[in-house]
């Protein structure tokens, strides 16, 4: 942040809501169908048809308001929100303008140790457009419809975001709720949550907001915080250039990291909502919104509180593993089958799993090795059977494909060796090969009992309990010096 200067900084967040039929119509709204073959006659406001409102997208805002403690309106309108775009040919977006479904909820932000609460000023239904295609044609571009009518909800947030670091933790505990609650996919790169930041600058100190610039569908956590940075850095110089902020919207260009200008901002008027005729005022009685408020999973926040309680997990493992609803459930999966050892499971989870998921470009629910897999090399663990080094041999055959835990230890002959007479023996061999060392360690050089162990551990491929040699070493050895 340039000297002097504060960022004010609001988002608005298009959240595509999971249901298998668009907002007011049966059309489907399946990913990746072939152009226009989804697109009915309502979803283009045909004249003559009447959109009649999905109950289930109602439900899912519902649901999202009651997780941010937001009002859930008893009745909200929806209006006509009027511009024209070739993917929008009916000329309006059928949106909510002054009575919202959710309004005044909020946010708490971690932010390091500290917790910052954002506010929500408001989450509206509406439709979405069409999408304009501009790739394969030569001097045109092409129209899909397919998109027209899918269901969002608008989030909101009042201008309470100070850095862009502010507002991409803000997107992910966003990102994270709707998907935990089931309302949407999280899917960025096709568009399902996408993000518009409006960003403004002022000097510290001052109480009047500047004017503010909107950079449209940003969809990735970094490009975000990218666009942001940029914005507030560009503004900065204008005002300091004793230049003067257009308001505007403005795209984002990835490989530059720079907002360019789009177009000039229209204000709410320039859009001339009116309620819609075709559609009347919605009303959400007490059983409607006890109905989805029943139909709430268990929240991140409550869900780590869980973890932490229940399974004894430090905060910042409770929240590695809470952080996706599918790793969540992996590791409740992987400590039922192995019946407790819920820090081991957490360390290998955390620790190795993941870190071979990520290397190899795999989300958790294409792990191939599953959370019973898991949970039998664990036992191996405990169990004696192999140590924790050999595990990690094990680990990387499951991640290979070669089979589970005890099918590995068998086939490779990997079984620890316990047998303290078997270790002794090796332990006589070593130190009768290595007469100098020992020689050494009698003199006082004590650090060389490392140098015993490993040895004693080359010879035996890793396979000999640590602890057992480890103790029965400083048995043979005695006190250095």
């Not at 309108?77 to 009575?99: C, M, N, T």
């Amino acid at each position: 942040m340039p000297e002097g200067w504060e960022a004010v900084i609001g988002l608005e967040v298009h959240c595509q809501l999971s249901t298998r039929s668009k907002i007011f119509s049966g059309a489907s709204t399946a990913y990746g169908a072939s152009p226009n073959a989804q697109a009915s006659a309502i979803d283009l406001g045909m004249p003559g048809v009447l959109p009649v409102l999905n109950r289930e997208a109602l439900r899912m805002a519902v649901m999202f308001g009651l997780s941010v403690d937001a009002d859930i309106a008893p009745v909200c309108v929806f209006a006509r929100k009027h511009y024209f775009y070739p993917d929008l040919p009916k000329g309006y977006q059928i949106s909510q303008y002054e009575l919202p479904v959710v309004a005044n909820g909020h946010l708490d932000v971690e932010l390091g140790e500290a917790t910052k609460r954002i506010g929500i000023t408001r989450a509206h239904m509406e439709e979405d457009a069409g999408k304009s295609l501009h790739e394969g044609f030569v001097g045109a571009s092409g129209i899909d419809l397919n998109r027209a009518g899918t269901p969002l909800i608008e989030i909101v947030s009042e201008p309470d975001i100070r850095t862009p670091a502010e507002a991409v933790a803000y997107l992910k505990k966003l990102h994270q709720i709707v998907v935990y609650l089931g309302i949407c996919d999280g899917n960025m790169q096709e568009g399902s949550f996408r993000c518009d930041a409006n960003v403004s600058v002022r000097r510290v100190g001052t109480e009047q907001f500047g004017t503010r610039t909107e950079t449209k569908n940003v969809n990735s956590f970094r490009y975000v915080e990218k666009a942001i940075a940029h914005e507030i850095n560009r503004q900065v110089d204008v005002l300091e250039g004793g230049g003067s902020i257009q308001q505007e919207t403005r795209l984002f260009d990835p490989g530059s990291g720079t907002t360019r200008a789009m177009r000039s901002k229209e204000d709410a008027h320039d859009y001339r909502y009116f309620p819609d005729p075709d559609l009347l005022p919605v009303h959400c009685d007490a059983a409607f919104i006890d109905e989805a408020r029943a139909s709430l999973p268990e929240l991140p926040v409550d869900k780590r509180a869980r973890f932490q309680e229940q399974y004894g997990l430090s905060k910042y493992d409770a929240t590695v593993l809470t952080g996706e609803k599918p790793l969540a459930d992996f590791y409740e999966a992987m400590v039922d089958a192995a019946g407790g050892e819920a820090k081991l499971c957490a360390n290998w989870v955390i620790t190795d799993l993941l870190g071979a998921l990520n290397k190899a470009g795999l989300g958790i629910t294409e792990s191939p090795v599953s959370a019973p897999q898991m949970a039998g090399l664990v036992a191996r663990i405990t169990d004696e059977t192999i140590s924790g080094k050999i595990a990690k041999e094990v680990f990387e055959a499951m991640m290979a494909g070669e089979g589970d835990a005890d099918a590995i230890i068998e086939a490779k002959g990997l079984r620890q060796i316990t047998d303290d007479g078997a270790i002794a023996g090796i332990i006589d061999q070593v130190i009768a090969d290595n007469p100098n060392q020992y020689a050494q360690y009698k003199g006082g050089k004590e650090k060389l009992l490392g140098f015993f162990v490993g040895q004693v551990m080359k010879a035996t491929g890793g396979k000999a309990n640590p602890d057992a040699v480890n103790r029965l070493l400083k048995e043979k050895l005695g006190p250095a010096g």
